[in-house]
């Protein structure tokens, strides 16, 4: 643990978390204008989904009762149930866990290697196709898009899950190969030369010596890749096209276009699927906030 | 097989002609220069079958009639004069993206920069706020165009209840083709202020030396000046790496208004992604979408070509070229 923390970069280490320590304490008028303006920003963030909690709890007829009731009269937890009953929600949450789940494991697998790759090696054309790399990020997906929706279409992949986890297997994507490599190239080369020389391999190098110390960095991939993964909508909505394959992003818009019934209001409904589709994410960033921010600082350190 | 070959390099004396190729001049060297390309070998592969290869064949598609099965027909310039000269809803989405990008990035670039400078004070709860101000940003996008177009009801949601509570009679919102258009520039903002580019500013605003605030402050500057002389140049490169970010995250606008609104009422807010997807997936346009989708990247590069050009003007890089 303590030699995790070692080789965090020091800009990870140090300065992100420990905010301000330098500045006085102290309110000063101009302080409190801060303090206040802050908290308003705040409220102003809460409050949709303070707004989505409180709806999905009401009763249909409370929906449209004029002015709004703040809080639901009395909690409906039902209406979590009903959604269920409806839309086969969990069906969605289990095609969204299949491709979260295969989609990391093949961005950890690969880009780690990948990234192994360029930070450790010399060869011809590395810096090249390290720069090749980096372009992609700036690349719209759309150019990409019809071509690859014609390749997945005459492999007879239209339909299944294949396509939003497969391309994970080759590379991971540049953003990720990008991050890994920052953080192979902050670990000190004499541990893995060293290891060679006792004639340990390179695959041996990765997996016991290189994999073990980056496992902080690894976590940040990981959560970034599942949260992209869990929330992208363009690519299911263009492979994906009966109900029973969606994932969760894609049914909650199926949802919202599903008949009311008998002129019943469903917002209730669907501000407890949304509820729901949001959760996963929220607990995960709340469970690992730390790696999750210095990923993304890291990726733009260099500007 | 790569194995067998990276075994056989590692005996002495004998190089191989693709040892050398790869610019190897000891056994070991070209034993770990096969290693390294073996190890790439995935993203070698990712790079040709899902982007390099599909690069090549959109813009081999935008000079054909295709929908997607059997061959596609060469038309040459067609689809481009199509785009240009005969589609009546190209140039009004183009020009709408970019209104939308208008607003979006000049506010969301500072939105995000106020923000870090206030989680950047050390006050009590920065971590909470900073949480706070990121929950957008984990959310999906089609729940959060879901419950803003809740929010935004003309009746009884609670921004016209507010607007009313100050004597403002509140638009339709999603609702009115005047309308649209803002209430999805309120969304976009309200959903990306708080997101990445604030984390990445915040880091830039902590590379600030502590030296030269000192020093400014003893010259008697103000909280101001410091922040405009001091601050706005060291951090110029984050400002930069955020504002090309954000000019290419803007242009590709399309979850939330292809949920919240389906590009109406009245393609009040059709954008160009909108425009590209249904040319392509609900037309089967294939060749004319892939003719968008090229417009449409021709235009970012030559974007950031632009940005990149001036940036040399205001981008001050405290460690010299780099």
New interface residues.
Partial sequence: MATEEAVLPD?VRS??FS?????RAGWAP??VL??V??LA??V??????F??VS?SLKQPFE??????TMFPITPQWVNYATVLQKVPFLTWVLNSLIVVALNTGGVIV??S??A???A?????G?DV?FL??LG?M??????????????F?ALGWINTLLPLWV?A????GAFF?FLLRQFFLSLPNDLDEAAVIDGAS?LQV?WSILMPLCKPALATVAIISF?GS??D??GP??YLNSPDKFT???G??FF?NVPESAGMPM?HL??AA?VM??LP??VL??SF?RYF?EG??L???K? | MARASAEVATKPGSISLVARLAGAKTPLQARKALWGYLLLLPWLLGLIIFIVGPIIASFYFSFTDYEGMGVPAWIGLANYQKAFFGDDLFWPSLGRTFEYSLVVVPVGLLGSLVLAVLLNRGMKGTNIFRTVFFLPSLTPAVALALLWTWLFHPTVGPINLGLSWVGVQGPGWLTDQHWALSALIIISLWASMGGNAMLIFIAGLQGVPESLMDAAEIDGAGRWDKFRNITLPMISPTLLFNLILGVIGALKVFTIAFVATQGGPSYATWFFALHIYQQAFSYFRMGYGSALAWIFVIMLLIFTYIQLSFSRRWVYYAGGSD
């Fill in positions: 800009i300065r992100t905010v301000g320590a330098r500045r101009a302080a801060f303090y303006l802050t920003l705040a102003i963030f809460v409050f949709p989904f707004w989505t709806s929906l449209f009762s004029f002015p709004p690969t880009s290697l990948v192994y790759s360029f450790r090696f010399e060869y011809r590395r196709l090749i790399t992609t700036m690349l719209p997906s759309q150019v990409t898009l019809i071509p690859q929706f014609v390749l279409n391309p297997w080759f590379g991971g190969i390179f990765y949260i869990w929330n909508f363009l909505l263009i969760v992003a894609l909650l818009n919202q917002q669907l501000m949304s589709a949001i994410c929220l960033f709340f906030q921010v993304i600082v990726s733009g350190i500007g």
